[in-house]
């Protein structure tokens, strides 16, 4: 069982808030990403990392930015919600080499009114 | 640019019956093929994860194969049951990139 963990699962907000949807692992993984999924449709890359102090965008662009302070943590923030941003968001996790599994966890939805 | 397909979209099937959910790539140069499982509202878990130098992987009643050669992977699930029930989602991976399918939409009536 992935030991990859997410909070909140399910969060609403107003807009303009900001919001960090938060990700932590305990497995030790270097690489560490972020999807986004609406709902039925395909998983897009939005950040990933490789390790600490190393973050990069993904395919899709997104207003959303993200940090990598420590190998179990990979935060993902948004300075101001916007209805747009109402989605769910999966993070996962995996080791350097990429022969291996990729692990994930539960998701968050955020609904931004 | 990869570009991964799943079909059907969706699929019903009857208790009992065995089934195959199909997934092809654009580009061969992958270095493994993984399928999931999702629930509604849930991540994904990982079912089986098929290396590029092999042709396939079993794990209970799920058999995937890669022929990597023609850019195919396919889930083979035995006896279905009510609990299979979700959707499956295949992606691939080239070198630091994972591309995923849309999924298959599983539905299994007792």
């Known amino acids: 069982e992935a030991d990859i963990y997410q909070t909140p699962r399910y969060l609403v907000i107003g807009t303009g808030k900001k919001i960090t949807l938060e990700c932590s692992q305990t497995?030790?993984?270097?690489?560490m990403y972020w999807y986004q999924q609406d709902p039925g449709m395909e998983l897009h890359l939005i950040h990933y990392s490789y390790g600490v102090n190393s973050t990069e965008k993904g395919d899709l662009s997104s207003e959303s930015t993200v940090s990598r302070i420590r190998t179990e943590h990979f935060p993902l923030t948004l300075e101001s919600a916007r209805p747009s941003h109402t989605s769910q968001y999966l993070c996962?996790?995996?080791?350097?080499?990429?022969?291996?599994?990729?692990?994930f966890g539960e998701g968050s939805w955020l609904t931004v009114v | 640019k990869q570009e991964v397909t799943q079909i059907p979209a969706a699929l019903s099937v009857p208790e009992g019956e065995n089934l195959v959910l199909n997934c092809s790539f654009t580009?061969?140069?992958?270095?493994?093929l993984q399928w999931f499982r999702q629930d509604p509202g849930k991540g994904l878990t990982s079912l089986l994860l098929i290396q590029s130098s092999q042709r396939e992987q079993t794990s209970g009643r799920l058999n995937a194969s890669l022929d990597k050669s023609s850019g195919r992977s396919t889930l083979y699930i035995a006896a279905s049951q009510p609990g299979d029930s979700a959707t499956y989602l295949c992606a691939v991976r080239t070198d630091n990139d994972m591309r995923f399918g849309a999924g298959t939409r599983l539905t299994v009536k007792p």
């Open positions: 996962a996790s995996s080791e350097t080499d990429s022969g291996n599994t990729i692990y």
């Open positions: 580009d061969s140069a992958i270095y493994n």
């Open positions: 497995m030790g993984h270097d690489k």
